[in-house]
């Protein structure tokens, strides 16, 4: 098979989507193409913009990061160690090795000596791992921009990642949560940095594709709590009916992005900021919680009493979290000394 | 002491199936070797196979996998010969 674009080279990959297959060269320049425009589209970054990219040693978040880097975006990366065991060291290897060979150096955040390791927050407040993860990601990527003074965080939320999310928020018709969902969550008037997601356009394959072939080292394994994740019974859904209707998910994605948009500003964000119901899934998959200055508009933000950050509670939900991590361990130093 | 039993068979199940494989590479060198690294496993197919085929005997779905050898990324209708090494990677990301 040859390659569509050039006609000379041997295609490396076939995308039934774009009724297109091409060779390594060509592929590069759709890639980066589909990336473009979609900042382009929904005006996700200015030029001058400093950017935050979230890595987490992913195929995603890699390859975002070294495309943001080659159409000479400011950027610096974040790296959370979530402290799961094995996982977190190999993944932070990766992100580590792949910023050397870029010259960069990434900020890295570490979740157990904040006394917060997600594996044991999960377990003292009894819930779900990546409901506390989605708190503590957000917590950090909202304080890091502050104090590095970026003006954009970035994330490599990609199409299959969108639609599945779209597809289980209509499921559960959360209204709140799709009026949100979107790749370009402005800046907040309370001085909360825009949250970007430049990969919208770009499906899981092509991202492998492109972090295979630009030799980009990520760690294959998924971290070890996705396993549950309902997002993924979306993933299949959507792939079953992809590779019947090849380019279903675009047209899915993007059709909400284009028609439902007047979701975005109708009344219910408020409403239904304040009357959804605990434990419902948030736009980026985080557990709602209700004082969360990203979740909704719910009175006055003001700051946390203890860390300064956002919040509509007298302290923020990330550090109420960590308080009741560590009265658990002093509880438990307690019980064992005497 | 019936749960004592019940690993020991479990792990004498293992090693014959180990010894099996082994046995299996060095008798069958000619098969194509299909390495699925996520699932950490190797599977040995008689060639020649297309891509799409291989990905088909894995029970993998086509649009959630890259398929590689070495450097190179294979298209779908790629021939695989027998000895040769192939990669199927998965794309999905959960969480
Ligand atoms: S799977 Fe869950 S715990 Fe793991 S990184 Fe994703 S959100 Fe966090
Ligand atoms: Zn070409
Ligand atoms: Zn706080």
Known sequence: ?338 | MVRKRAQRRVSRAKEAAHGNQREGILYNAEMIRVCMPQKKKEIEIPGPKRVMDLIAETGMRPSTVIVTQEKKLLTKDHRVEDGETVNIISVVSGG
């Open chain 1, 1 to 338: 098979m040859k390659c569509r674009r050039c006609r000379k080279a041997a295609a490396a990959i076939e995308l039934p989507s774009h009724h297109a297959a091409f060779c390594p060269e060509c592929f590069f320049v759709f890639f980066k193409k589909q990336v473009r425009e979609g900042i382009k589209k929904h005006r996700l970054l200015s030029p001058g913009d400093r950017v935050l990219v979230c890595v987490s040693g992913g195929k995603d978040s890699l390859v975002l990061w070294d495309v943001l880097m080659d159409m000479g975006y400011e950027t610096e990366g974040l790296y959370i160690d979530l402290g799961i065991e094995g996982y977190s060291d190999r993944s932070r290897e990766k992100v580590i090795a792949y910023a050397e060979a870029r010259g960069k150096q990434p900020i890295i955040v570490e979740l157990t000596k904040e006394g917060i390791p997600i594996p044991e927050a999960a377990r003292c407040v009894r819930m779900q791992e990546c409901s506390i993860c989605g708190t503590v990601k957000r917590y950090f990527f909202n304080r890091i921009a502050k104090e590095g003074r970026f003006n954009a965080v970035a994330t490599g939320h990609n199409l299959d990642d969108e639609s599945a999310r779209l597809l289980g928020n209509i499921f559960h018709w959360q209204r709140e949560h799709l009026a949100r969902q979107h790749p370009h969550l402005p800046a907040s008037a309370e001085g909360l940095v825009k949250k970007v997601k430049p990969l919208w356009r770009v499906s899981e394959l092509e991202t492998a594709a492109y972090g295979f072939l630009k030799e980009i080292d990520y760690v294959i394994e998924e971290c070890p709590m996705s396993e549950r994740a309902t997002s993924l019974v979306y993933k299949e859904v959507l792939s079953l009916i992809e590779e019947r209707m090849p380019g279903s998910r675009i047209v899915f994605y993007q059709g909400f992005l284009d028609k439902a948009n007047p979701l975005r500003t109708s009344e219910w964000k408020a409403t239904d900021a304040a009357s959804a119901p605990a434990g419902t899934l948030a736009d980026d998959g985080v557990e709602y919680t209700s004082d969360d200055p990203e979740n909704g508009t719910k009175g006055a933000a003001r700051s946390c009493a203890s860390c300064g950050a956002l919040t509509y509670a007298e302290t923020c939900a990330y550090c109420r979290l960590k308080e009741l991590v560590r009265k658990r361990r002093e509880k438990r130093a307690k019980e064992t000394n005497g």
